[in-house]
């Protein structure tokens, strides 16, 4: 009879503790790995977390039947810590599907997650969590969490950016923009264009610009000096970035800027000549266009613009057309001074519209000229002296021409006088 009894309360307390054991279990999480190990801005990351439920009785006690605690089920969870973490670390699918675990059951749920290109360098804090649900999946309790951290390598990534315009036969810079958007640091950084025909460096082709930190940005100048024979285009200059990274590991990357060529013409404008002119007088002004640039001007068109202080009285506008690399076309205005001037100095208002050669965009240009303007007096003195002085010069022009005159009158007369005596001899000698 004691038997009996001891027998069935042992079956009892085995029972108890069996039911306990899988009541009282305990969810253990066991590891936390990612593949790669080696992790650096931009790198997409599969996270693996393993775990297990665990019996709180004795090892040797018998696990519980299945079908026990069955209304229990789990899901895992992976979430950022703070908000640097959210900023740079995107998990692709935060919770996942356990169900049910058996005591002495283990899983394994991996994460994937993708780290960004502008990631810095550092170890990045995540939340790992266990949730106790039942079968419609209404979370209960959080029965486990694991807060690890996931360590990114920093990593130097350049971009540059450079838009940069040159005159062709001229000298200029080229600006150049370099930022490291990674965020792994680079040591001792050198940049180097790599330029040949039609560019030519002014000064050294090659710059020493330092250490760059994640995130910073430096300007870089290069003065080149371009062939004045370049066909007017964009071109790509090759340029190298050599760098040492955070393992001491010289590095080089290579990238290509662009450089455009401007092929607009260099014309001036100048007053080749000009009457005299005083209030209210007409007269003649010569405006010469000159090419100074190395390409030729398309379809120029010469325009002198009225003012209150004159008018045009002739045509004001000419077409030169095609104008020659340092060629000069001169065109005449006939123009009338207002009567109300008062000035010693007025402007003439000339435009020039053209065309680059090599293409279709369409160039303008407004420039003014001066002419004296003297008083009437002045005007009337210079009327006089000019008048006189071509007098003068008409005596001195007309004396040699009679000169001139008188001595041919005198040869013709000696020749026929020659030539009549001559005949006369002939005749009369018989």
Known sequence: ?????????????????????????????????????????????????????????????????????????????????????EKYIIIKRDTKNVGHLFVGESWTTP?????????????????????????EGVERDTVKFLEFEIPVKGIVKFDVDSS????????????????????????????????????????????????????ECKDVTFRVSVDS???????????????????????????????????????????ESADTFTRGSTGKVSIEVVNEGFIDAKFVKLTLEPTDDYEVVSINEFYIGNLDSDDVETEDFTIKISDSVDKEIIPLKVKLEYRGEGNNIGYTKEDTVNIKILSEEDYAARFQENKTSSMIIGVLIAIPVIFISLLVLWFIYKLFTLITGYINRKLFSR
């Open 229 to 271: 024979k370049a066909e007017p285009k964009a071109y790509k200059i090759p340029l190298t970035i050599r760098y040492i990274d955070e393992d001491g590991i010289e590095k080089e990357i290579d990238k290509d800027i662009g450089v455009q060529i401007d092929a607009t013409p260099d014309l001036t404008i100048a007053l």
């Open 1 to 85: 009879m004691n038997a009996k009894k001891i027998f069935v309360t042992g079956i009892l307390i085995f029972c108890l503790l069996g039911i306990a054991n899988g009541k009282f279990a305990e969810i253990r999480i066991d590891s936390v790995t990612w593949d790669p190990s080696y992790i650096e801005a931009g790198d997409n990351v599969r996270v693996y977390v393993k775990f297990h439920r665990h019996p709180s009785g004795k090892a040797f006690l018998t696990p519980p039947p299945k079908g026990e605690d069955a209304g229990i089920f789990y899901i895992a969870r992976l979430e950022p810590v703070d908000e640097l973490t």
């Open 164 to 215: 940069n315009t040159l005159r062709l036969g001229g000298v200029g810079d080229i600006n150049i923009t370099i930022t490291n958007e990674g965020g792994g640091d680079a040591k001792h950084v050198t940049v180097k264009l790599d330029l040949s025909d039609p560019f030519t460096p002014a000064r050294a082709s090659e710059e020493y610009v330092g250490d760059f930190e994640g995130g």
């Open 111 to 135: 994460f994937d997650i993708k780290v960004k290109e502008n990631a810095i360098a550092m170890s990045y804090k995540m939340r790992f969590s266990i949730i106790e649900t039942d079968i």
